[in-house]
T-cell receptor
Framework: DTGVSQDPRHKITKRGQNVTFRCDPI?????LYWYRQTLGQGPEFLTY????????KSRLLSDRFSAERPKGSFSTLEIQRTEQGDSAMYLC??????????FGPGTRLTVL | KQEVTQIPAALSVPEGENLVLNCSFT??????LQWFRQDPGKGLTSLLL?????REQTSGRLNASLDKSSGRSTLYIAASQPGDSATYLC?????????????FGQGTTLQVKP
């Protein structure tokens, strides 16, 4: 499978714990996006990487959130001191030089 | 600030019907617009991408139109099938020179009954 992959697919954690998600984009896609989707809503943009550079962060990305893309390949999204409001589907997408973004299956986070 | 709205939020139709899903956006200076399908608990699958210079795109039983001046796009599904049941999302694409991020509507959940 050469699509975008995300790991884990599901994560259940207790409030206050830290969690880290991984996204592996389609190889040679230099653009990578993270989105968050809550139940019944469309995805909302969180952050954007071009190669290893993080070029934009949404105001939704509080200080507890950090994202990296070392060497311009895979990306990680870490949430520190999770809160119940962080429960959502976290989606990763990659894009080549064209316009179409290709989405992964998402990581569903549940904070108890 | 660009805002995208989709109406209706949910739609239930009998198999075989033709249907139209609506998407509106507040800032007509969009770059491109994209329609996605999302099955429950899954990621997004791109259906159609309309360039800002285009009026419509077709793929099989799907036809998407774009009217930038009125801030509207429609997704037409012909001869609906139960397998079309899913949530359909439209998104405008941030202009070039920016990030190309997608700004989504809240989606229309479609149920096609056999």
């Amino acid at each position: 499978d050469t699509g975008v992959s995300q790991d884990p697919r599901h994560k259940i954690t207790k409030r206050g714990q830290n969690v880290t998600f991984r996204c592996d984009p389609i190889s040679e896609h230099n653009r990578l996006y993270w989105y968050r989707q809550t139940l019944g809503q469309g995805p909302e943009f969180l952050t954007y990487f071009q190669n290893e550079a993080q070029l934009e962060k949404s105001r939704l990305l509080s200080d507890r959130f950090s994202a990296e893309r070392p060497k311009g390949s895979f990306s990680t999204l870490e949430i520190q001191r999770t809160e119940q409001g962080d429960s959502a589907m976290y989606l990763c997408a990659s894009r080549p030089r064209g316009d179409t973004q290709y989405f992964g299956p998402g990581t569903r986070l549940t904070v108890l | 600030k660009q805002e995208v709205t989709q109406i209706p939020a949910a739609l239930s139709v009998p198999e075989g019907e033709n249907l139209v899903l609506n998407c509106s956006f507040t800032d007509s200076a969009i770059y491109n617009l994209q329609w996605f399908r999302q099955d429950p608990g899954k990621g997004l699958t791109s259906l159609l991408l309309i360039q800002s210079s285009q009026r419509e795109q077709t793929s099989g039983r799907l036809n998407a139109s774009l009217d930038k001046s009125s801030g509207r796009s429609t997704l037409y599904i012909a001869a609906s099938q139960p397998g079309d049941s899913a949530t359909y999302l439209c998104a405008v694409i941030d202009p070039p020179g920016n990030t190309g991020k997608l700004i989504f509507g809240q989606g229309t959940t479609l149920q096609v009954k056999p």
